[in-house]
């Protein structure tokens, strides 16, 4: 996956929290993009079944998409919480330091770096972290 499908799939998974339906347009929206350049990402994505394009009903994530960008922002999250808490850095520099490597961690090395933080329920930002597959299981 890369940098720019990774954020495509964060925005659907953000969006579709929010509204019921999500089309190409909100995703073009939020990244300050074309739609065309929106759709283009998407077909990319459902061609490796991260979503399903319905015509006129917008996207949704797939189960293998779901387990992708819940992958991506355990990653990010529990690496920003990690940096912030424990090396002292800035937030802002704490989170653009995750968005640079969240694609790139293994899940050995982000539920290390979770048992060390003492498996945190929320990062600096207050947002909710998601269990790792077999780290934090037993205590959600």
């Known amino acids: 996956m890369t940098r720019r499908e990774a954020e495509y799939l964060k925005v659907a998974f953000d969006?579709?929290?929010?509204?019921?339906s999500v089309g190409s347009l909100d995703i073009a929206n939020r990244l300050g993009?074309?739609?065309?350049?929106?759709?283009?990402?998407?077909?990319?994505?459902?061609?490796?079944?991260?979503?399903?394009?319905?015509?006129w009903r917008g996207i949704r994530l797939t189960d293998l998409g779901l387990k992708e960008?819940?992958?991506?922002?355990?990653?990010?999250?529990?690496?920003?919480?990690?940096?912030?808490?424990?090396?002292?850095?800035?937030?802002?520099?704490?989170?653009?330091?995750?968005?640079?490597v969240e694609l790139h961690l293994s899940d050995k090395i982000v539920d290390s770096m979770c048992r060390i933080l003492g498996h945190p329920?929320?990062?600096?930002?207050?947002?909710n972290i998601p269990a790792g597959v077999l780290c934090c299981v037993e205590l959600r």
């Open 33 to 55: 993009v074309s739609c065309a350049s929106a759709s283009e990402a998407l077909k990319r994505l459902s061609e490796k079944g991260m979503i399903i394009r319905e015509p």
């Open 121 to 127: 329920k929320r990062c600096p930002h207050n947002k």
């Open 69 to 100: 960008v819940s992958r991506i922002i355990r990653n990010h999250r529990i690496f920003e919480t990690y940096v912030y808490r424990l090396l002292s850095v800035s937030l802002d520099e704490a989170c653009e330091c995750a968005r640079r």
């Open 15 to 20: 969006l579709s929290s929010e509204k019921t």
